[in-house]
């Protein structure tokens, strides 16, 4: 059964920092793209970031240079770091693989003062 848990959100001030976790399993974590997702109230879902079996990653323009997509095999996690927040990140937060498809649950993000 796959799996796939989100963990690492919360409410940050702008201008502070995040690490989104993703704990997958029932999956060969090592073959497989992944990616996270965002969406916000009244807004489109957002590709943020992905990151292939390789190690190439690849950033929405509106998070590029304030977010880093990293993975780590040998624990079948995927992570988001994100620095310099500012409101307008404020979504959930999914972890997705690519193919076939597979979406957690969601974590949210609220930066907010």
């Known amino acids: 059964q796959v799996q796939l848990v989100e963990s690492g959100g919360g409410l940050v001030q702008p201008g502070g920092s995040l690490r989104l976790s993703c704990a997958a399993s029932?999956?060969?974590?090592?073959?497989?793209?992944m990616q996270w997702y965002r969406q916000a109230p009244g807004k489109e879902r957002e590709l943020v970031a992905s990151?292939?079996?390789?190690?190439?990653?690849n950033y929405a323009d509106s998070v590029k240079g304030r977010v880093t997509i990293s993975r780590d095999n040998a624990k079948k996690t995927v992570y988001l770091q994100m620095n310099s927040l500012k409101p307008e990140d404020t979504a959930v937060y999914y972890c997705?693989?690519?193919?076939?498809?597979?979406w957690g649950q969601g974590t949210q993000v609220t930066v907010s003062s």
């Open positions: 990151i292939g079996s390789g190690g190439v990653t």
């Open positions: 997705t693989r690519q193919r076939p498809p597979y």
């Open positions: 029932g999956i060969i974590f090592s073959i497989n793209k």
